[in-house]
């Protein structure tokens, strides 16, 4: 059996950490190409540019809202006109998707500096790539590898709306529940390899972590301050659940937020938002023990993510929309069928009902 366990070559994270990114930068390249999210082009870019720029030379370019094929060659073209031989990325989970993508297509390393914490995206070795004009997927790009340094401010981190990092506990509590059914199933990664034991690992440790200090974490970061819990979720939405997600592989949870996102035609809910309600779903379709139902609604419930379909926007669906949903998510190819029962639509249909009316009937309980 062979198992194959993806890492970004470097994880730095830390208060400040940042103030590091000239170094790293210099180890890499001799011009750097920043690609950053348009808000932080008013505070973290001109703070990097003016502590890298001492040591090489460097050209910014914010990046234009979509991850797409268009933006990916545009700024390809910047980044090969003016001979830059490393990429950095700062800002969220597209403009680092993009960053790996510009990187990939000149096969140049990439520099990873995520500002919030909202996603997995940032240690992983592929790229969602969006259609510009629908906001679609389009595909998934694999890169030739994981990216060679992340490295994270948790200081920076603090400053965003905390709603990002709630949300990225969203994406990480799916990960061990995803990971330990392809354990079971003996289901393949992300990569088409079995996982490892240390993958299984990260994946356990990054649930345990969530649940031990997520409302800690919340709390520190609606108050802009960085403390040691928060340094741990941080490490969980993003290390532990990136490798967890890569290496340990996906199930339902990520289907049905497949199904939810369709939905979401203005997309105004987060991945993670809708992940942590798949994953309240999944429970309930995987037949999990009612302690283990107890112990994740109460952590949805402490940090505020969704325990029912109104908090993702989605009240008054009718049945065929909920069917939408669920034959989105048992979709042929779609990761539901990495559980270790046959999942058919309208067993997510009932999962759905129950997990949104366990929600309802909990909050009508306070
Ligand atoms: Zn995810």
Redesign the pocket.
Same mark, same amino acid.
């Given at each position: 059996m062979i198992t194959a366990t993806l890492f970004p070559g470097k994880y730095i994270q830390g208060c400040d950490a940042i103030a590091g990114l000239q170094e790293w930068v210099r180890r890499y390249g001799r011009k750097a190409f920043v690609i950053g999210s348009p808000s932080t082009f008013t505070a973290i870019v001109p703070r990097i540019l003016a502590a890298v720029q001492e040591s090489v030379e460097v050209v910014a370019e914010p990046f234009e809202r979509e991850c797409s094929d268009e933006e990916i060659a545009r700024l390809k073209s910047i980044a090969v006109a003016k001979a830059c031989d490393v990429v950095v990325g700062v800002g969220g989970g597209k403009t680092l998707d993009t960053a790996k993508a510009v990187a990939h297509e000149m096969n140049v390393p990439v520099i990873i500096a995520p500002t919030i914490a909202s996603?997995?995206a940032p240690c992983s070795s592929l790229s969602v790539i969006y259609r510009p004009d629908t906001g679609r997927i389009k595909r998934v790009l694999m890169l030739r590898r994981n990216p060679d340094v992340v490295l994270v401010d948790t200081k920076i981190i603090a400053q965003s709306p905390e709603r990002f990092l709630v949300a990225g506990m969203g994406?990480a509590l #799916?990960t061990w529940f995803e990971a330990e059914s392809c354990r079971l199933k003996y289901a393949k990664n992300m990569v088409r390899a079995y996982s490892s034991m240390t993958a299984q690992t990260m994946a356990r440790l990054c649930y345990e972590t969530l649940l031990e200090y997520g409302l800690a974490a919340k709390t520190a970061c609606r108050q802009h301050v960085v403390i040691p819990a928060l340094e741990h979720v941080v490490e969980a939405n993003t290390l532990l659940s990136g490798v967890g997600?890569e290496s340990a592989g996906l199930a339902a949870a990520?289907a049905i937020q497949d199904g939810l996102n369709a939905l979401d035609k203005d997309h105004r809910y987060y991945? #993670?938002e809708k992940?942590a309600f798949g994953t309240l779903v999944s429970l309930f379709l995987t037949d999990k023990p009612s302690e283990m139902i107890d112990d994740v609604y109460d952590f949805c419930a402490s940090v505020g993510l969704p325990t029912t379909l109104a908090e993702l926007g989605l009240d008054g669906l009718s049945d065929a929309d909920i069917a939408k949903i669920a034959s989105i998510a048992c979709a042929e190819k779609e990761t539901i069928h990495n559980e270790l029962i046959p999942v058919v639509p309208d067993a997510v249909v009932a999962a759905i009902r129950v997990a949104n009316e366990e929600g309802l009937r909990r909050k009508n309980a306070q």
């Open positions: 996603t997995d994406d #799916g997600f990520h991945h #993670g992940v």
